[in-house]
């Protein structure tokens, strides 16, 4: 995988979460809508705490500061 699409990847990421955050703010009625867009934010922040913990090391430290490095602390990410 290139660099530069493993931060795209991220970017997009971030991007949907906040899509379905928002989406869910609105959502107010319906239980199966409010649960789909709990799960789309639950699915989305563990592939990207996967991208985070397993490829983030593996990258040139130049792209390491443009994507800070995170270390995990029993599955919580934590700024190192």
């Known amino acids: ?3 530069v699409y ?3 990847l991220h970017q997009l990421i971030e991007k949907r ?3 379905a955050k928002r989406e869910l703010d609105t959502i107010k009625s319906d239980p199966g809508e409010i649960q789909f867009h709990r799960g789309r934010i639950e699915a989305l922040s563990d592939f990207k705490g996967f991208l985070t913990e397993r ?3 593996k990258l ?3 792209f390491r500061k443009v994507r800070p490095v995170k270390k ?3 599955g919580r990410a ?3």
Do not use: F, G, H, W
């Open 6 to 8: 493993l931060l795209d």
């Open 1 to 3: 995988m290139s660099y």
């Open 78 to 80: 934590v700024n190192k």
């Open 60 to 62: 040139p430290r130049a």
């Open 55 to 57: 490829l983030n090391p």
């Open 17 to 19: 979460i906040t899509e």
């Open 72 to 74: 995990t602390v029993q």
